[in-house]
């Protein structure tokens, strides 16, 4: 009978381990352009985020503002895979714009988060050269082979001791 319970009991915490597991994969940021902290004396005329898991199509929310707290995105984010876009109007304020986001991926929490870039606009307005803005790939913020490496061995660091537990109450059981 004791067994009984102690298998059943082992079952449980194996299927719940493995249920932690699962959900400690999350969406991060890989890139931004505008690059985060970056200074541009000519405008971008747009924002991108690149993500590493697959963005929902709706239900995003990508903010640009200005200096002054208002908003210059034109409203219009665009969802292509990885990546969210949203267009911007002319910028004529120098100063630190922010760029705020709530970005949704199927099954994984929300990603959210901002950054800021820095706009110093010219004296003299000269016409916008077509070349691309540059991007900056980063590296996702944890990785995620150590984590699920860590996680697997407290997991079963545990079962050690949930194991080694039971056997010493079974033992003060017998014992009386």
Do not use: H
């Not at 239900?59 to 990885?82: E, Q, S, W």
């Not at 984590?147 to 010493?168: P, S």
């Amino acid at each position: 009978m004791k067994i009984s319970i102690l298998k059943k009991v082992c079952a449980l915490v194996a299927v719940l381990g493995i249920i932690g597991m699962a959900s400690a994969n999350a969406n991060s940021l890989i890139s931004t352009s505008p690059v985060g902290g970056s200074t541009f004396t000519t405008a971008p005329t747009s924002v991108t985020l690149t993500t590493q898991v697959a963005l929902l199509p709706d239900g995003n929310d990508l903010v640009v503002t200005d200096p002054a707290g208002l908003r210059v995105d034109d409203g219009t984010i665009t969802i292509n895979d990885v990546t969210a876009t949203i267009g911007l109007k002319p910028l004529v304020a120098s100063g630190i714009y922010r760029v705020s986001y709530v970005l949704y991926s199927e099954g994984e929490a929300p990603l959210q988060g901002s950054f800021t870039f820095n706009f110093s606009s010219p004296s003299e307005i000269t016409p916008i050269d077509p070349t691309p803005t540059p991007t900056e790939t980063q590296k996702p913020s944890s990785s995620s082979w150590g984590t699920n490496i860590f996680i697997f061995f407290i997991l079963f660091l545990a079962l050690l001791i949930f194991i080694g537990l039971i056997l010493y109450t079974r033992k003060l059981f017998r014992d009386r």
